[in-house]
DNA sequence: CATGGTTACGCGTATCGTAAAAATG
DNA sequence: CATTTTTACGATACGCGTAACCATG
């Protein structure tokens, strides 16, 4: 029983097929047979029933996934513990709300990277369930969500405290649509859960992928939209739009850091803690 | 980072060299250079600093070590519940003190091995000490050692319930040493502590490695034994040995099954569990 | 200079990919 | 009959052991 075949076996169960596997594995259809196989021969029973739609876990299939994909998470739990302990730091997986990514990272990032030169950093951005998930599942080390955060699972930090506001032409308009990031980000949460609170229910949405294109059709009058104060003052062209505060029950936002309490804390992890626990200006002041 | 090399690590931080090493792994010790060396790439950092009398654990190694006895020790543990699952059943390690081992477990393992005719089982005996530390680390499954047990740590069973008498020869002598068995077995133990109430701190031990044999000398008027009454009166030649009753505070002896409360348990295991928890009579009238 | 680690090298076999055959619904 | 798995087979490369070569106390 070995790391590869554990992988392997792994894979054809996620694929659903041993043919679907073979690519994720980087390897010929043929390959996964043989591994299985091997596996299947050192414990004395089948895992898959072979069948026309691809192959299903047996009982003992079942079983071995639940080992196999606790030893294979708690490989590469080690391996980055190691990594980091070694010359080289680990790679920081990060995850973030698609809104936190675009208005806040830019500067933590860069920070960041200076900070901790040698560690790869990789970002995930999706909605605060998705993020939660692949934190627990170990995919990623840490993420920023929208608190409040499940304490007796995470361990977590306030990152950011944003106050929102919204943002709308010079000349609005009454059926104006609101424009937001993807389903799933938190300030369109709120945008929502205040128009609700307004009676507005049937306020059309537009999705869009950056800031600065939902600021730029704000200024263009085609709606209005929820966003970090900071962020719509920094708008190239801020003064072109007028900003009203949102009700103090959905002004207030707080992006937390979260990662898993059991897990070791690479290097580049901690330095991200300490850049966000000490204000930024600080930071400026100490490099100038 | 796979399972041969981190074998290979751990087989030369516990040997203390790679020439030591070597032969436990079952190859000459070019091979471990080798995989070691892989090891160091693969993290980035030394693992061992080579000298003149062997290799020593650097930082890192320190921390791959902790690592890897922790995945080795899962992996087996993994496999032993898998190849449970599957048609052969695991193998069952079982430990014992020496006394148990010869008084009460031919009857019992004969049973189990009926039960469970495809699960191999080995006996590994020593004193109640060395027994709860083989547990602890999973290199046994099992073990019937001397209670009380610490109910934090393991799960247990009380296994056989001996009362203790003395035996002697129809003619003691004042100045007859104790005969025993080795150093850490219980009953010995609490003959140690009988004669230590009576003041007869003096008393020479003789070591004998079966209990035919400590009886067969008490025969012969070499000294006397402390053993349990149905090994006593089951001997072959019983009435030509005088039992005597010990002070209730000593007679009364427990053996307990103990095992890790965190293992999952093997087919053999249960049905050990069950074997002990019915009495042995009933189950000789079931197959009679 | 003896002990222990490293490097060089030839060899066997495990494992790979290609390709054809068998099973399955 | 299309999809999926199994088997066959040659080529490559990995890992083994032998043996010679270094380092070091």
């Given at each position: 029983m070995d790391r590869q075949l554990l992988k392997t076996f792994v894979a054809v169960?996620?694929?659903?097929?041993?043919?679907?596997?073979?690519?994720?594995?980087?390897?010929?259809?043929?390959?996964?047979?043989?591994?299985?196989?091997?596996?299947?021969?050192?414990?004395?029973?089948?895992?898959?029933?072979r069948g026309r739609g691809g192959a299903q876990l047996t009982q003992l299939g079942e079983r071995l996934r639940y080992h196999a994909e606790d030893l294979l998470t708690r490989f590469e739990a080690a391996e980055r513990d190691?990594?980091?302990?070694?010359?080289?730091?680990?790679?920081?997986?990060?995850?973030?709300?698609?809104s936190t990514a675009a208005v806040r990272l830019p500067h933590l990032l860069k920070a960041l990277t200076q900070a901790c030169p040698t560690a790869?950093?990789?970002?995930?951005?999706?909605?605060?369930?998705e993020l939660?998930?692949?934190?627990?599942?170990?995919k990623l080390d840490a993420a920023f969500v929208a608190g409040p955060v499940d304490a007796s699972r995470f361990q977590s930090l306030v990152g950011f405290r944003e106050t929102l506001?919204?943002?709308?032409?010079?000349?609005p308009s009454a059926t104006a649509p609101l424009l937001s990031f993807r389903s799933g980000c938190s300030y369109r949460a709120v945008a929502e859960a205040w128009l609700r609170s307004l009676?507005?229910?049937?306020?059309?949405?537009?999705?869009?992928?950056?800031l600065d294109g939902i600021l730029g059709c704000v200024e263009a009058g085609i709606g209005f939209a929820v966003a970090p104060q900071a962020a719509v003052t920094a708008y190239r062209n801020a003064e072109a739009l007028r900003v009203s505060a949102l009700p103090p029950a959905f002004a207030i936002s707080e992006t937390h850091l979260?990662?898993?309490?059991?897990?070791?804390?690479?290097?580049?992890?901690?330095?991200?803690?300490?850049?966000i626990a000490r204000p930024e200006g600080e930071e400026r002041v100490s490099v100038g």
């Amino acid at each position: 029983m070995d790391r590869q075949l554990l992988k392997t076996f792994v894979a054809v169960a996620e694929a659903g097929s041993f043919s679907a596997a073979a690519p994720r594995l980087h390897c010929v259809q043929s390959n996964v047979t043989t591994r299985i196989k091997r596996l299947e021969d050192q414990l004395g029973g089948a895992l898959f029933e072979r069948g026309r739609g691809g192959a299903q876990l047996t009982q003992l299939g079942e079983r071995l996934r639940y080992h196999a994909e606790d030893l294979l998470t708690r490989f590469e739990a080690a391996e980055r513990d190691l990594l980091d302990a070694a010359s080289r730091s680990a790679p920081l997986r990060l995850g973030a709300m698609e809104s936190t990514a675009a208005v806040r990272l830019p500067h933590l990032l860069k920070a960041l990277t200076q900070a901790c030169p040698t560690a790869p950093i990789s970002l995930h951005t999706g909605p605060t369930a998705e993020l939660l998930s692949l934190v627990w599942q170990q995919k990623l080390d840490a993420a920023f969500v929208a608190g409040p955060v499940d304490a007796s699972r995470f361990q977590s930090l306030v990152g950011f405290r944003e106050t929102l506001v919204m943002a709308q032409a010079t000349e609005p308009s009454a059926t104006a649509p609101l424009l937001s990031f993807r389903s799933g980000c938190s300030y369109r949460a709120v945008a929502e859960a205040w128009l609700r609170s307004l009676g507005k229910s049937d306020t059309r949405i537009l999705d869009m992928g950056t800031l600065d294109g939902i600021l730029g059709c704000v200024e263009a009058g085609i709606g209005f939209a929820v966003a970090p104060q900071a962020a719509v003052t920094a708008y190239r062209n801020a003064e072109a739009l007028r900003v009203s505060a949102l009700p103090p029950a959905f002004a207030i936002s707080e992006t937390h850091l979260v990662w898993r309490q059991d897990s070791a804390m690479t290097r580049a992890h901690r330095t991200l803690c300490d850049l966000i626990a000490r204000p930024e200006g600080e930071e400026r002041v100490s490099v100038g």
